[in-house]
């Protein structure tokens, strides 16, 4: 058993878009309610229909996402363009904005709940953050790894790296345990590698997460017991 509390919660609307900070969020049979719910798709012949990712096109991340200020993921998210424009994403020249900035044709595309690893929850965990910093020399930004739940414990650096099925979290009122597909610990894409905006390429943390740690960082569960999770809230990991 150990302890610690949530020390940031971080939605991300459209999948490879930046996301947001929120102070609370909702955790149910969607896994964070509102998270990875849009999508882009590809509309380019020879992948017509693909999901677009950072990937493909790291120039994604110069475009955020968020539900508003009212922050209400049953409505869709408004996009923030590079310039600093906001777009509701219904309006009808969205479209043209992202194809014109992102240099490709594509389609919007929404569905209820995540689109990529199914109702799934991403968490990482602070002591992990600080020792791949203190390995690689240089501070790393948590936004890399687009988490939802990142937690302070008591645990050791890398513990969640041996987690198997059966692992439990509680967080606030919300039970969270490895189980079913794609969970236990999170093997990382290259998509870390990007910096938060999509500018600079670090691949040198790819390449060390590959070498130290079996290129995982993180640990992906699902929610078995809902409820609402607010920044600060107590857990216990079993």
């Known amino acids: 058993m150990a302890g610690g ?27 964070m309610a509102g998270d990875r719910a849009y999508a882009l798709r590809d509309r380019r012949p020879t992948r017509e229909g693909n999901t677009l990712t950072v990937r493909q096109n790291p120039a994604m991340l110069s ?25 509701e994403w219904d309006d009808p020249t969205l479209v043209d904005a992202l194809t014109g900035s992102l240099g490709l044709p594509l389609s919007l595309h929404a569905a209820d709940g995540q689109q990529d690893r199914g109702p799934t929850v991403l968490v990482t965990f602070e002591a992990s953050r600080v020792a791949l910093g203190e390995e690689l020399g240089a501070e790393v930004d948590l936004r890399r790894f687009r988490t939802n739940l990142h937690l302070d414990t008591d645990l050791p650096a ?27 610990p ?32 993180g640990v992906i569960v699902r929610v078995t017991g809902p409820g609402d999770v607010r920044r600060g809230d107590p857990v216990a990991v079993r």
């Not at 509390?5 to 896994?31: C, N």
Request: contains cysteine; proline residues 9%; charged residues 25%.
């Open 158 to 184: 890398f513990a969640e790296e041996r987690w198997e099925p059966g692992a439990t979290l509680t967080v606030g009122e919300v039970e969270l345990e490895v189980t079913g597909e794609n969970a236990g």
């Open 63 to 87: 475009w955020g996402a968020a539900y508003g200020p009212v922050a209400d993921p049953a409505r869709p998210p408004q996009l923030h363009a590079p310039d600093g424009t906001t777009w």
């Open 5 to 31: 509390t949530v020390s940031e919660l971080t939605r991300w609307p459209v999948k490879s878009l930046r996301g947001e900070s929120v102070p609370a969020a909702r955790f149910d049979h969607r896994g």
């Open 186 to 217: 999170c093997i990382r894409c290259a998509v870390p590698s990007w910096d938060a905006e999509g500018r600079e390429r670090w691949p040198a943390l790819q390449a060390h997460l590959i070498e130290r740690h079996e290129n995982k960082f």
